[in-house]
């Protein structure tokens, strides 16, 4: 078993700590070309024809007798610590810095910060010690983003919004929220994100987890 740093919106902390969210997509880097190249060993995925597949095998520890992981978010049994956004609180007494407390962002009602917090520190920077959310993988697969099942976006996490006044995000399905947090995430077409947009469709890694209590 192995640790794995993963960073999460404070939107996704709250569906993970709520128990709405089992699931998670990232953007698979490099993406795998299309016409393949001049590697085909399964130590080299990325470079393996798509109708092969066999970097896939690889990348999730399976097949062609190779027990390589090339998801940098482990494989089935590995465990993930959450970095998210945090402070530590102005300290004012002994009391508190003994106490080492650490607040989180996304336990604070927006956008008002708490009077104790100068200033966030970004969920990049946070340290192991200070992370209160570990996850522990039951799946990884590769698909193509626009391959998500409405099952799979509920297990995203996200909250669908049934507004027929509204405009076409509140059309009460999952798959429609999921792709508007993704878009807000990532970019949409033609913003500088571009790349990893909805429209783009990217191959990504679906990785799925349990809390570890």
Known sequence: MKEHPIIFSAESIRAILDGRKSQTRRIVKPQPQPNGGKGLSPLEPYHTPLDKWTWVLAATGHGNGT????????TIGDRLWVRETFAKPRI???EDYLACKVIY????AFPKMPAEVDKWTPSIFMPRWASRITLE???V????LQD?????AIAEGVIAINDPE???????KYLTAFQKLWGEINGFAGEPKARASWDSNPFVWCISFKVVK
């Open 166 to 172: 509204g405009d076409c995000w509140t059309d009460g």
């Open 148 to 152: 998500i099942s409405e099952e799979d």
């Open 137 to 139: 993988v039951t799946d």
């Open 92 to 94: 004012v007494s002994i």
């Open 141 to 144: 697969r590769v698909q193509r």
């Open 105 to 108: 962002k996304a336990d604070c």
């Open 67 to 74: 027990s390589g992981n090339y998801c940098p978010y482990g």
